[in-house]
């Protein structure tokens, strides 16, 4: 099993997205990359914690290689604009990828360069190492399943569950959106 923390925005759309995927045996939403033990929601959107909304994907690679987890992670966010995805904006909706060791670092930044392919040299995609994860409070957890009428729901994670699903079509499971 190998674990990844990646931050790419809201934390609904990541956790909606990897739920889907085969090999995927946990995702938890959460916060990172800040300062401040056991931060809350609205700690975390006010700005003044530094944490990222971000999501803790647990994936078993002999199922799904990590190139793929990492390669939908940059499909589904622009790692181009800093610390705003779509209408949210602040450096807790920044794209990051928090990294547990050396090994994973190298994992990350390959990935990056991959991505440079589609979005150029203008990636601002922070790479750190992992402090303490936070897992995000109980409505946060499988918030698009969870609130389906949600018009967030709707407009901005479906079309990144359908965009993902086009591409990657044989990592998804059987589940539709």
Known sequence: MATYVLAGGCFWCLDAL???LQGVVDVVSGYTGGYGDEPIYYQVTSGNTGHAEAVRVTFDETVI???VILDIFFLVH???TLNRQGADEGTE???AMFYNDQAQEAEFAAALQRAKSH???NIVTELSPLNEFYPAEDEHQDYFDKNPGNSY???I???KIIKARATYTQWFKEVEV
Do not use: Q, V
């Open 18 to 20: 990897y739920r889907r």
């Open 65 to 67: 290689p990590k190139e």
């Open 78 to 80: 622009d790692p181009t």
């Open 93 to 95: 909706y920044r794209s």
């Open 119 to 121: 979005w150029g040299n």
């Open 153 to 155: 729901c709707s407009i």
């Open 157 to 159: 994670i479906l079309p």
